[in-house]
Nanobody, 121 residues
Framework: QVQLVESGGGLVQAGGSLRLSCVASGSIFSINSMGWFRQAPGKVRELVARITSDGSTYYADSVKGRFIISRDNAKINLYLQMNSLQPEDTAMYYC???????????????WGQGTQVTVSS
């Protein structure tokens, strides 16, 4: 089992920045890929960014060039640096991990409880 705990959310004005953190514990040796998802009220959960075991990254088009995902080599900490935040980035952000090659909504065994990000205009 893997436990994930997110932190770093909050209220920020448009154009501002936040850095989300996710701490993994438990059977972290089994993790291959980790990622950040978000879900706004009334909308489906979507993949924001993910990173694989070889360091390859993927970003949703809506955040490309503004967000940066990173992970320490011990696979303990996952980060999401969010810059130039916009009101449409407002959502609950979730950390996820999988033993499979790439984290997806359907193939993520482990989820955190989420951290709220609110961007005011």
């Amino acid at each position: 089992q893997v436990q994930l705990v997110e932190s770093g959310g909050g209220l920020v004005q448009a154009g501002g920045s936040l850095r989300l953190s996710c701490v993994a514990s438990g059977s972290i040796f089994s993790i291959n890929s980790m990622g950040w998802f978000r879900q706004a009220p009334g909308k489906v959960r979507e993949l924001v960014a993910r990173i694989t075991s070889d360091g390859s990254t993927y970003y949703a088009d809506s955040v490309k060039g503004r967000f940066i995902i990173s992970r320490d080599n011990a696979k303990i900490n996952l980060y999401l640096q969010m810059n130039s935040l916009q009101p449409e980035d407002t959502a609950m952000y979730y950390c996820a991990a999988t033993n499979r090659p790439r984290v997806t909504i359907a193939q993520s065994e482990y989820w955190g409880q989420g951290t709220q990000v609110t961007v005011s205009s």
